[in-house]
């Protein structure tokens, strides 16, 4: 996960790009190609954990550049009214290719401690190695979180799972040891062979960790149970 930092002002996030587009001006026969920021898709994912229940924030941007996708140097998006903002790099977002377009942003953006993700209006700054930037903007708009209950998962023997959700849309999400999700599948609620989501038995070898990923249409939230340990 990434936590918000909060800031004076915004504009401290923006003196750097303009210092890198001024060097990058001086340099003689420099072309430059700003990055293109086509659409944003966001949504308010609620997860369990061991204080009770946390709210985070998914963010991704449809992006292309024409110096080419490794020229994208960091995302960063802000909260304004709260003067709170994510800062993504290579090293912090993950990124899937569609055509000519890529889209990267991240899954765990989180609020401070004991605070809810702030409502309202977000803005997305895309940096690339020149200091060239495009910018985007979403709202927020989702309901009070905590009258939504969370999807609940338990082991049932040593090679099943038993799921109880109030939504009708669910997935399996198996993380490895560091957290990172190795697996999805589509989930029904009630007792599940653990094979019938990762064939042959590849959940022992390629999982250490299961949790249950439900949405919800109406509210456009996310929920997600508390992780289990998967049996050796």
């Not at 430059?32 to 659409?39: C, D, F, G, I, R």
């Not at 994208?72 to 304004?80: A, E, G, K, L």
């Not at 190695?129 to 709202?139: D, K, N, P, V, Y």
């Amino acid at each position: 996960m990434l936590s918000a930092v909060r800031v004076a002002r915004a504009a401290a996030v923006n003196a750097y790009s303009c210092l890198a587009v001024c060097i990058c001006m001086a340099c003689a026969g420099c072309a430059v190609h700003a990055p293109a920021l086509s659409t944003i898709s966001h949504r308010l994912i609620v997860a369990a954990v061991e204080q009770g229940r946390e709210e985070r924030l998914s963010v991704y941007a449809a992006i292309s550049d024409q110096d080419g996708i490794a020229d994208i140097s960091r995302i960063v998006i802000i909260h304004d009214d709260t003067e709170l903002y994510w800062e993504l790099d290579s090293s912090s977002w993950s990124m899937k290719e569609e055509g000519s377009r890529y889209f990267i942003g991240s899954n765990g953006l989180s609020a401070p401690p004991s605070s809810a993700m702030p409502r309202g209006s977000y803005r997305v700054l895309v940096y690339d190695l020149a200091g060239e930037r495009a910018e985007g903007s979403f709202r927020l708009a989702a309901p009070d979180s905590a009258a939504y209950a969370l999807p609940q998962l338990v082991l049932a023997g040593g090679d099943a799972i038993s799921v109880a959700s109030p939504y009708l849309i669910n997935s399996a999400l198996f993380y490895d040891a560091g957290g990172n999700v190795t697996k999805t599948a589509p989930l029904k609620e009630g007792r599940t062979a653990l094979d019938a989501l990762w064939e042959q038995g590849l959940w022992r070898s390629g999982a250490d960790y299961l949790a249950v990923y439900s949405f919800d249409p109406k509210s456009e939230l996310g929920l997600i149970s508390w992780k289990i340990r998967l049996p050796d």
